[in-house]
């Protein structure tokens, strides 16, 4: 059993999990025995090779699936609502313009008041610019690129003001200007909610400039966590292109590296 720290401080707590999928007839383990707690207002990256476990473990993390041994913990405030999902696909609702779908995040917040629902409209013009978005606000899933819904879908998820957020590789469809633009933006969004924030992805490039944390699994069955890294540069990378040219950068992906070499 692994111990738990003061409910206040954790959000996440995972004990003893274990996940098995049939393949062929035959059952493939993805987790075993694994261990691990996230802290109330971090922002974890989840790391590792394609076909690691990584989303299977972020649809246990919130949820929507369950283990086949051992517990996923939530922190009790959250257990029923404030949680926001960013998927691989954004799944837009087709008959909804741009900014309709976006607002969807303000309608499902159960708890809201008078005084959200006056800032929420001002709120979502502020952020269709922020994500470059402006002058698109009317036009629906269909003629928007791929791009563009994809950042629909984070705006919708950011607004519903989430108390936590599970992202699984919501930026990897995008080409790589946009994806170094949404990351900048990403981040100060999620330092201003202060959520805490799990975030699925095989980039090392994005787990460094995103994550107080970054945890590497391997690719073997079952799936393990090989290591366990603090980002003590964090607060200090707030341009996705200028804080990859920094020797601090640059240390920390030449040691995820090896991790996952």
């Not at 008041?113 to 402006?134: I, P, S, V």
């Not at 990859?244 to 995820?256: D, M, S, V, W």
Request: aromatic share 10%.
């Amino acid at each position: 059993m692994c111990p738990l720290n003061p409910i206040d401080t954790i959000d996440i707590t995972v004990d003893d999990l274990a996940k098995s999928y049939s393949n062929g007839g035959q059952t493939e383990q993805i987790f075993k025995d694994l261990q691990l707690e996230i802290k109330k207002k971090s922002f974890v990256a989840i790391l590792g090779p394609s076909g690691c476990g990584k989303s299977t473990l972020l649809r246990l993390l919130s949820q929507a699936e369950t283990p086949d041994q051992g517990t996923v913990k939530l922190n009790d405030a959250h257990r029923n609502n404030r949680r926001a999902h960013i998927e691989q696909k954004p799944a837009l609702l087709p008959w909804r313009t741009a900014l309709q779908n976006a607002y969807i995040g303000g309608e499902i917040r159960i708890d809201q008041d008078k005084k959200f629902r006056e800032n929420y409209a001002k709120n979502l013009k502020e952020a269709f610019q922020e994500f470059h978005l402006k002058g698109y606000e009317n036009y629906y899933p269909s003629q928007l690129s791929g791009g563009m819904q994809q950042r629909v879908a984070v705006i919708r998820a950011l607004q519903s003001e989430p108390a936590i957020l599970f992202c699984d590789e919501p930026f990897s469809a995008i080409d790589f200007v946009t994806r170094l633009e949404l990351d900048t933006v990403f981040k100060q969004k999620c330092r201003d909610l202060t959520c805490t924030t799990v975030f699925v992805t095989h980039n090392i490039d994005e787990a460094i400039f995103l994550a107080d944390r970054i945890i590497v699994f391997n690719k073997e069955r079952p799936c393990r966590i090989v290591a366990d890294i603090p980002n003590p540069h964090w607060r200090n990378f707030t341009d996705a292109v200028k804080s990859r040219l920094t020797p601090e950068f640059n240390a920390l992906f030449e040691k995820i590296w090896g991790y996952l070499q």
